[in-house]
């Protein structure tokens, strides 16, 4: 499996779908850039989200709120805080661990070795430790567990410590009179502040949503595992808007709603499972994460939050301004409901685990040996959807009037469908290459297409060859490729 996600890690680099950021002068920790595949990919899996949530649903809308914001609303959230990761440094090593993934750690190794009442006594009194944040009780734990600095093998530990995650910095073109304001840790606030605009201008009727997709900033100190933990990343999130009273209907709504947008792409619905929270967020009623299971185990890539009315009226106290709703609906005795601060269920995924999880699960390497001749290809078994290519176009010679024939039937194509065109090496090895890249249709333009007009089309997972006039080619393709 490790074998596996480093050879996903090497192909996304090598065919530009990601990149370390600032690679030439060595990278920057748990910071990267989409190549040109991979922006294209990443685009179309915003697509599938916007789609489904904003454009199919009437009741929802998208905004686009900005980075910064005014530094009362972490105030506000809660963020200055509480969000905040319990680290503890190896004397030796230098090295800075999160408290509570050493104990993780630990649990899991127990748990390996057949020891599961040693695992749930210490995973018991952990979250004991965390919910009361006890850090004192963190450090003995990890003593008393004889935990070692995976570096330098020492148990020479400093106190726990709490490390917000939040990056700051100064907003205002003077230094004097510059105030420190915070790149937003999620882009939720940005919708909890502009709920009345929305709503206002929108007529929007409760119960109704805000969706949004956006970069968002965490100076995470375990940053690994590729683009899974990543200091800069891009969340997809909606706020839904709805009755106090009705939140639990509507938290069970979206967690069914959410995984049936992950199953729709063709996933077996095995690598999926929802993991409830039993220990919740200072501001939630209810709590559940979607996980898939990546190469490291199941991980979250998305989750849903009700999380009451506990931002809004957050915001209604710091801002001053009301943040209620009028209902005018009638009641089960014939009154409207009036004036309240509506409760909240929240969804958020991870684009950039989408990413991965859509490259991991697409990533195959195929045998096509026979009893003759040894054969493999490297495939990306992507949604054609999602494809960042959707039409590979071959002239099949460089001459004889097929590269033009080939131009003008990708010029006929790429108003609709990202096209790339290829006149270099053999087919064969053409259409591997595009097999990499995950593209589902190859045509090859030859000189039978200069009499009658046809070409051949191949398609990538059943590498299936077949003869479609150049008319056809249009629906074919859309019937595949368009939502
Ligand atoms: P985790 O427990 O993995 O740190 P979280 O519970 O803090 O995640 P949320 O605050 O619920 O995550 O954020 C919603 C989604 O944003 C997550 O499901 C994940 O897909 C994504 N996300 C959060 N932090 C990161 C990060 N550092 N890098 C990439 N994606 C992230």
């Known amino acids: 499996n490790d074998e596996q996600f480093k050879n996903v890690i090497s ?18 920790s748990a910071v990267y850039d989409y190549g040109q595949l991979g922006a294209e990919l990443k685009n179309n899996i915003k697509t599938y989200w916007w789609k489904a949530m904003v454009q199919m649903h009437e009741n929802i809308v998208g905004i686009d709120s900005a980075i910064f914001m005014h530094p009362k609303i972490w105030k506000a959230s809660g963020h200055v805080d509480g969000f905040n990761d319990p680290m503890i440094d190896n004397k030796d090593s230098k090295k800075r661990y999160r408290a509570d993934q050493l104990l993780e750690d630990k649990i899991a190794r127990y748990e390996k070795d057949g020891k599961t009442d040693k695992a749930a006594k210490l995973q018991a009194d952990m979250d004991e430790a965390l919910k009361s944040e006890n850090l004192q009780q963190l450090k003995t734990l990890i003593e008393e567990h004889e935990i070692a600095c995976p570096v330098s093998g020492t148990k020479n530990w400093t106190e726990v410590r709490q490390f917000n995650l939040m990056f700051s910095t100064q907003f205002g073109a003077m230094a004097e009179g510059a105030e420190e304001i915070y790149l937003r840790p999620e882009t939720a606030q940005g919708i909890f502040v502009n709920f009345l605009n929305v709503q206002k201008s929108g007529r929007m009727k409760i119960p109704f949503g805000i969706a949004q997709i956006g970069k968002a900033f965490r100076n995470e100190v375990i940053a690994r595992q590729f683009i899974m933990r990543m200091r800069e990343f891009e969340q997809m999130e909606m706020q839904f808007f709805v009755r106090p009273g009705e939140d639990k209907k509507w938290f069970a709504y979206w967690k069914e709603a959410r995984l049936k947008w992950h199953l729709a792409l063709g996933t077996s619905a095995e690598k999926y499972r929802y993991h409830d929270h039993v220990k919740l967020a200072h501001y939630a009623n209810a709590a559940t994460d979607i996980e898939f299971e990546f190469p490291f185990g199941f991980k979250e890539v998305e989750g849903i939050h009700s999380r009451t009315d506990f931002d809004l009226s957050q915001h209604q106290e710091f801002s001053g301004k009301k943040m209620q709703y009028f209902d005018n609906d009638l009641n089960e005795e014939g009154k409207p409901y009036g004036n309240y601060v509506p409760y909240v269920i929240e969804t958020s995924i991870g684009l950039d685990r989408m990413f991965l999880l859509t490259m991991i699960n697409a990533f195959e390497e195929q045998d096509l040996s026979d009893g003759e001749k040894q054969d493999s290809r490297t495939l990306l078994r992507l949604h054609p959807c999602l494809a960042p290519v959707k039409v590979a176009i071959f002239p099949l010679t460089k001459k004889d009037g097929l590269p033009e024939k080939a131009r003008e039937i990708m010029n006929s194509l790429k108003l609709d469908f990202n096209c790339v065109y290829e006149e270099k090496d053999a087919i064969g ?25 046809t070409v051949t089309i191949r398609h990538r997972d059943t590498m299936e060859q077949q003869r479609i006039d150049i008319k056809d080619l249009q629906t074919l393709i859309e019937s595949k490729t368009s939502w």
């Open 429 to 453: 090895k053409r259409y591997r290459r595009q097999d990499a890249i995950g593209t589902p249709f190859c045509l090859t333009i030859d000189h039978q297409t200069l009499e009658d007009d």
């Open 11 to 28: 192909h996304a680099k090598e065919y530009g779908f990601v990149f370390q950021s600032s690679e030439i002068y060595d990278g920057l």
